[in-house]
């Protein structure tokens, strides 16, 4: 297949990067090539194509990498002006709530729920409850408005998902999980309503539950990520 | 004045954050009014406009904050496409390729450099070797090429200041008052030259050395800040 044109997607399955990338390509109805990578045991391929952080996703488009998950979605939204739904709205002002939140999710919501995963007892309680002190934030100061000027859609983006739901979708769409591995509750309806229904309406949408993973194995990998991580703070 | 169409950059001297929108909009010739914020007291109006973070820089124009440098520069880029230079190129694989590579300044390099600042002995001479080693992949991945491709220009944007020469400017637009601080080099000609002669005419464009600080003023800061640091780290 020629190189122009081509689009080639390297990613993991759990990682939440690439599954980043894999959403947007498929909302916007891209077709892609997947390449699936062993991040124990890095192919050369992916070595040369990020060299500087060795990571997926990388998204290869006529033969050049482009890498870093939000730096990809920047990159599809703006190649593929005309597929599908646009990612990030045209409003200046709102396209810039929709990153800074997104980034909210990323560095406050994700970072947190990691560090939850690697502690245990106080210290992971001490996670959770700022995990869930974030989600708060995140409805109250964000979302609530974000939602409420999407006029009734069931989107940040409006019907169809967008930048900020599908960064969301990536680090929350498996809350349930989470919950029923750590024993606690992340998202509660009482606390946190218009984000407990949003994820709901995040998790069922189609390309989402096509792109979801079985519950057992990643259940396997929570235990596999929190067993290596306490036995490195241990030693 | 009317909130239409006016811009507020509330910011503090020494935060390379605010810096970064002050150099964005002297670049662009926006006018803007400046609020200099006091960061070990925050004004109320600060905690209002940025109450998720608390932090400079907020970006207010018709009345609405903006926050985080990065998501500010899109914004000015988008909302004053015709005032001045660009900020960012046209073509898409760029500027991902820019994106990429401010985002490594940030998190790579500066976060490095702060590092440096905050610890002695061993511990300061490996995080000072590593931003040297940081400042060799940038040279070698990725300044090489985009340089190349800015033909003969003197900046990664062309003949003014863009998005990746601005976030570099503020991170290492000092370079050599951090020398002088740590007693080490940082930007060695012989092994970053490429990096050495960019940096060098960054620093001499007139709306950076304008936006400069003196020195003594920025040693008195670093001085301030690593004090403050290996205290707590002693305590």
Known sequence: ?????RVVLH?????????RVELALKIKGIPFEYVEEDI???SPEL?????????????????RPICESFVIMEYI???WKNNGP??????PYRRSQIRFWADFVQKQVFEGLFLSLTTEGEAQEKAIKEVKEKLKVLEEQGLKSLLSEAEGSPFVNGDELGFLDIVTLTVLGMYEIHEEFSGMKLVEEEKIPIMYS????LKEH?????AGAPKEKVLALLQFIRQKALRSTAA
């Not at 646009?86 to 409003?91: A, M, R, T």
């Not at 949003?198 to 309406?201: F, G, Q």
């Open 1 to 5: 297949m020629a190189e122009q044109n």
């Open 11 to 19: 990613g993991m399955w759990a990682s939440p990067f690439a599954k």
């Open 40 to 42: 124990q045991n890095k």
């Open 47 to 63: 070595v040369k194509l990020n060299p500087v952080y060795k990571k997926v996703p990388v998204l290869v488009h006529n033969g």
């Open 77 to 79: 939204d703006e190649v």
């Open 86 to 91: 646009p990612l990030l709205p045209q409003d």
């Open 198 to 201: 949003w994820l709901n309406r």
């Open 206 to 210: 189609p390309v989402a539950k096509e």
